[in-house]
């Protein structure tokens, strides 16, 4: 073959090559940038007073209750903690109902009326609830909880052996079939592996 005509064959399929390889590149990019978008779950916490927020989140979000010791607000405040446990997960779309008010006042005209009844509404609502005993804590509102939510088979529980109460809550939720964890860590885990549980809602 002539040394031009092998050169004219090889310019015509560079120029029919390069575009192609060139929309092929940034197509690849856009997979792999899409994917690190992706990557890792989304996180919204909404609180008592945020329903806007909560209206403009809640399409395709698992929810969560964050249930547990608050003791008027002077308790730790693990919900923060569930907060980042959520965001670190591999994957999923999660919105955490937090019943703590940074700036509480119970003497505010109809306060406890909007607090306990957001409460009872978003535990009902709630694709799960995790409920958190500290140790050392009294917490009579989250065993009154308990009593509410333990057949709904969407509780997971974490108490302590060292809560006052222990007993009683071990053995209520063995009775009804409340899953006990060891640690805030592995409640949100299991909610990360397992998806809603509303499909599997038992009732007694």
Known sequence: MKRPL???????????????????????????KAAERRAGSSVVTVHP???SVEAAASAGRTTVFL????????GEDWQAQ??????????????????????????KPGEMDYQVNWELDHLEKADWIIMNFLPGSRSPITLLELGLHARSGRLLVVCP???YRYDNVRITCGRY?????DSLEDAVRHIGQNGSPRGIRREF
């Open 67 to 74: 249930a547990g010791t608050i003791d008027m607000g002077s």
């Open 82 to 107: 569930a907060d980042s446990l959520f965001a670190a997960l591999p994957d999923g779309d999660f919105l955490l109902f937090n019943p703590r008010q940074e700036h509480w006042d119970a003497s």
């Open 177 to 181: 079939g409340v899953p006990m964890l």
């Open 49 to 51: 007073h945020e329903e």
């Open 161 to 163: 052996p060292g809560f």
């Open 6 to 32: 092998l050169t004219t064959i090889l310019i015509a399929s560079a120029a029919v090559l390069l575009p192609v390889l060139i929309v092929s590149s940034f197509a690849g990019m856009g997979v792999r």
